[in-house]
C-alpha cells in the first residue's frame, strides 16, 4: 500500500512559480501510475496531470504549456512544476497513485 504526502503549496502571485512535491513511501513507487488533482472551493475534484511509466505526461487542458509533472523514482517522489499561475489555479492540490490512493492535499493560492 502506497502512502503519500504533498508539500510545496503555499501563496504566490499570479504569473509566479510553485513546485508541488509528493513523496510516496512503499516499495513499488516505480510501477505506479501517478498524477496530480486539484479541488477549488465548491467545485468537484479534477484531473491536472499524470505520468506513468512508458507513457507520455498527460495535462488537462487548462494547464497544458504551463505545469509539468515528473517523477524521480530513486527518491519515490513525483513533482509538478507549476509556472505562469493564474488565480483560478487557486485549490487544495492532491497527488494521486494508480487512482486509488490519495494524500492529504496543498492548499495554492494564486493572488491577482
Known amino acids: 500500500q502506497v502512502q503519500l504526502e504533498e508539500s510545496g503549496g503555499g501563496l504566490v502571485e499570479a504569473g509566479g512559480s510553485l513546485r508541488l512535491s509528493c513523496a510516496a513511501s512503499?516499495?513499488?513507487?516505480?510501477?505506479?501510475?501517478m498524477g496530480w488533482f486539484r479541488q477549488a472551493p465548491g467545485k468537484e475534484r479534477e484531473f491536472v496531470a499524470r505520468?506513468?511509466?512508458?507513457?507520455?505526461?498527460q495535462y488537462a487542458d487548462s494547464v497544458k504549456g504551463r505545469f509539468t509533472i515528473s517523477r524521480d523514482n530513486a527518491k519515490n517522489t513525483v513533482y509538478l512544476q507549476m509556472d505562469n499561475l493564474k488565480p483560478e489555479d487557486t485549490a487544495v492540490y492532491y497527488c494521486?497513485?494508480?487512482?486509488?490512493?490519495w494524500g492529504q492535499g496543498t492548499q495554492v493560492t494564486v493572488s491577482s
Open positions: 505520468i506513468a511509466s512508458g507513457v507520455s505526461a
Open positions: 512503499g516499495r513499488t513507487f516505480s510501477n505506479c501510475a
Open positions: 494521486n497513485a494508480n487512482g486509488r490512493t
